[in-house]
């Protein structure tokens, strides 16, 4: 009989017991309810709850379980439904009567719930310190490209010469917000909603602060229906991943253009690509391209949560166990896309003297040239008109505005004097760039110094 079987007539059917049993994906949770059930079980011998000696018992119990679990020596129970049940059969199994005494002051309810925040805790440590270990890469490379000029793009097109390290700082940027995101994911899980009961609280006078002490929760839930039917903090961290990964979709993707013969930007590792099984010449990134795959599977799992949660009255409802799978799901692949992205990233090649060639096509210097004829006086819609006619004369001629002489630059406008050659060469274009936030090697490399000193907070 089931533990929970007293008011039930008939054993369920076996169709019921394989769809309503969660001890497939659910027993990844073993250390939280195991170590959470220790907890549980000391505060109720130390409120006088359960005698004393029962409460050792329980806890040298679990103790016991969770080495035997951590060893790989315990076949989880089907029939049992789900981890809570399993543990607490096995205790029983193991120590006798006392262990009956476990679920004194608690439901499965709020000890999913519990145990779901333990492990987003842990989920949200363990993403911090591999965006720690990503953002660390980046500036290391950053460092080493502070005057590695290559084209900026809007629309895809050729814009204004930038460099290298700045580029990478964009995406610095990007994953120390993702950082910052998953921070304020372990603030929402760090709450102890132990002693929220079914959804109504208990009789028995629990010491939920004392649990919260012991499993180094930093506040207790101030509401019993909201402590067991809250699945916000997974949403938090699901939202952060799905952010998360599309950050690291839209570098991949920039790495696989830059891989193409078209770009030439890059050089995969071999160690990091796969060929062709019938063109002996291929090479292609498919870590870069299965981290851009596997963006959408991550906001899969955070659309399905939030399908799920959308109609559910107050407060549990079974619908709630396919929070799980999701929230899994989306922690396995995040993971793994940070780890294999950081150890691609650390083997690509950067080839600047194609990425400087490539800065010098394109007319990235003409915003400069406008900008020149600022500096003689001249209004900047003038100024654009004028260069953009520039462009224009530049293009039928196959010429770039740096090919042209002083002569025909005063065709346009007499204000071009020996000067503008200085202004518009791509360096200068560069570092001129000087305002905070912008490319100039000095200021990358106080954006670089910034952005070291907020990894070490």
């Known amino acids: 009989m089931k533990l929970w079987g007293g008011r039930f007539g008939k ?62 020596k315990i076949q989880w129970m089907v029939d049992a439904e789900d981890i809570h049940m399993n543990v607490e059969t096995l205790l029983t199994q193991r120590i006798g009567e006392a262990g009956k005494r476990l679920h004194t002051g608690r439901s499965r309810n709020d000890q999913v719930a519990l145990d779901t925040r333990m492990y987003a805790r842990q989920a949200c440590g363990e993403t911090e310190e591999l965006l720690t270990a990503l953002v660390d890469a980046l500036l290391n490379i950053a460092q080493d490209h502070l005057h590695t000029i290559m084209p900026g793009y809007t629309h895809l097109q050729k814009a204004q010469p930038i460099t290298l390290a700045h580029h990478l700082l964009a995406y610095v940027q990007m994953f120390l917000r993702d950082r910052e995101r998953f921070r304020g ?82 050089e995969m590792d071999d160690g990091f690509a796969t ?95 406008a900008d020149y004829l600022v500096g003689k006086g001249v209004a900047f819609r003038d100024a654009h008109r004028v260069v953009g006619e520039l462009v224009a004369f530049c293009l039928n001629e196959n010429k770039s505005l740096l090919d042209l002489t002083l002569e025909e630059l005063k065709r346009f406008h007499p204000a071009f004097e020996q000067d503008v050659f200085g202004d518009l060469s791509m360096i200068s274009c560069v570092e001129r760039r000087k305002i905070p936030g912008a490319p100039a090697p000095e200021m990358v490399q106080k954006a670089i110094d910034s952005a070291r000193a907020k990894l070490r907070e």
């Open 11 to 72: 054993a369920t059917e076996g169709l019921v017991d394989d769809f309503h049993s969660s001890i497939s994906f659910d027993s990844r949770l073993f250390e939280q309810d195991i170590t959470g059930s220790i907890a549980h079980a000391t505060m109720l011998g130390e409120q006088g709850i359960i005698p004393a000696e029962d409460a050792e018992k329980i806890v040298a119990g679990l103790r016991e379980i969770l080495e035997d679990a951590r060893a790989g």
């Open 185 to 266: 994911a372990y603030r929402a899980a760090d709450v102890m909603v132990l002693g929220s009961g079914a959804l109504a609280g208990t009789t028995y006078p629990l010491n939920r602060e004392r649990v919260a002490e012991l499993l180094g929760f930093s506040a207790i839930s101030e509401n019993s229906l909201d402590g067991v039917s809250d699945r916000d903090f997974i949403l938090d961290y699901l939202s952060a991943a799905s952010i998360c990964m599309m950050h690291l979709s839209r570098f991949c993707e920039e790495l696989i253009l830059w891989n193409t013969n078209e770009f030439r930007f890059v």
């Open 275 to 369: 060929g062709s099984s019938i063109m002996p010449q291929k090479k292609n990134p498919d870590v870069a391209e299965l981290i851009r795959g596997k963006t959408g599977r991550v906001y899969g799992d955070l659309m399905g949560l939030l399908t799920v949660m959308k109609g559910l009255p107050l407060a549990y409802n079974k619908d709630m166990q396919e929070d799980k799978e999701a929230f899994f799901d989306a922690r396995d692949t995040l993971v793994k896309g940070l780890t294999v992205f950081t150890a691609m990233l650390k083997t690509v090649t950067f080839r600047k003297d194609v990425m400087e060639k490539g800065a010098s096509g394109g007319f990235t210097n003409a915003t400069d040239c």
